[in-house]
């Protein structure tokens, strides 16, 4: 058990067409998405989730993982424009889980949100910076779409997981063009 009185959270590694994806849960919903899950990411990944939770993470075994991995695929399809996912809150607190509270609810598919306006929708205006913190913080990219955060100039602005994965996905949501190659 860790500080939460709650059993470790569970792991496992998706392959999608932006790279391999670390996701991990709890009992409370999805917790944790890491892009570029290969041997150096991935243990740092799971050594952030010790740290931050407090508990050893285990590969998947009681099926936690089993909706987000069968949502994933359908969105990496095609399929799915909205996540139903619970989540897990945990790795995020105060601005920044009020940002992407707010990124998770207020931007829908296919559109994107200057860091100023997404600011201005917390709550807090001219806190273009902080948005952007919030954004590099994202414990649940693609769910939590910090990928539809731009710059109010058009710019594609800063991406956790690479530019090239933040225009794949747009791309995916049909904001971007699809890539020629």
């Known amino acids: ?3 939460y009185g709650q059993s470790s959270p569970e792991w496992a590694v998706m392959g999608t067409g932006i790279g391999p994806l670390l996701l991990a849960a ?10 570029h899950a290969h041997g150096p990411v ?3 990944a799971l050594q952030q989730l010790r740290d931050r939770l407090g508990a050893e993470p285990v590969e998947s075994a009681s099926g936690l993982l089993a ?4 949502e994933l695929s359908a969105y990496f399809a095609g399929e ?7 989540l897990d809150w945990s790795l995020s607190g105060g601005f920044n889980r009020q940002v992407l509270r707010e990124l998770a609810t207020g931007v829908p598919y296919g559109t994107v949100v200057g860091y100023g306006e997404l600011a201005r929708r ?4 001219g806190a273009a910076q902080a948005v952007g913190a919030a954004m590099g913080s994202n414990p649940l990219p693609v769910v939590v779409p910090c990928h539809r955060v731009v710059e109010s100039d058009g710019g594609l ?9 933040k225009r794949r996905l747009l ?9 020629l190659f």
Do not use: D, H, Y
């Not at 602005?157 to 994965?165: A, K, M, Y």
């Open 1 to 3: 058990m860790n500080t």
């Open 26 to 35: 709890t009992r409370q919903g999805l917790v944790s998405v890491a892009f």
């Open 42 to 44: 991935r243990e740092k």
């Open 67 to 70: 909706e987000p991995i069968r």
């Open 157 to 165: 602005g800063g991406f956790g997981g690479g530019l090239e994965t």
């Open 122 to 125: 917390a709550g807090r205006p």
């Open 171 to 179: 791309a995916l949501e049909g904001v971007l063009p699809a890539p």
């Open 80 to 86: 799915l424009r909205e996540f139903g996912l619970p």
